[in-house]
Nanobody, 125 residues
Framework: EVQLVESGGGLVQAGGSLRLSCAAS????????IGWFRQAPGQEREGVSA????????YYGDSVQGRFTISRDNGNNTVYLQMNSLKPEDTAVYYC??????????????????WGQGTQVTVSS
């Protein structure tokens, strides 16, 4: 059974930090790029960041560039999203997703084969 399980969300004050994890199982993790997305109530899904399967290529959305860092540990089938300098507008449900190839269309949420259930991040002002 394919699974992507997000964890690490919670409530944090503005300016604080959280680290999200995305643990994968049931497929060949090394063959997939991983993206992070978020969706706030009443808003469209937004691409946050993505990382390639093995060469370390990363992408970031404009709203998180310089504050968030994505990384992966292929030995543990896990991708991390370190979120620093959090703002109230970062409040959303955060999802990870897997797609075979990483390219500049990563942010659209298309061509992802697997999705997690999400973890809530709430940033208070």
């Amino acid at each position: 059974e394919v699974q992507l399980v997000e964890s690490g969300g919670g409530l944090v004050q503005a300016g604080g930090s959280l680290r999200l994890s995305c643990a994968a199982s049931g497929f060949t993790f090394d063959d997939y790029a991983i993206g992070w997305f978020r969706q706030a109530p009443g808003q469209e899904r937004e691409g946050v960041s993505a990382i390639s399967s093995s060469d370390g290529t990363t992408y970031y959305g404009d709203s998180v560039q310089g504050r968030f860092t994505i990384s992966r540990d292929n030995g543990n089938n896990t991708v991390y999203l370190q979120m620093n300098s959090l703002k109230p507008e970062d409040t959303a449900v955060y999802y990870c997703a897997a797609r075979p190839l990483l390219d500049s269309t990563w942010f659209g949420g298309y061509d992802y084969d697997y999705w997690g259930q999400g973890t809530q991040v709430t940033v208070s002002s």
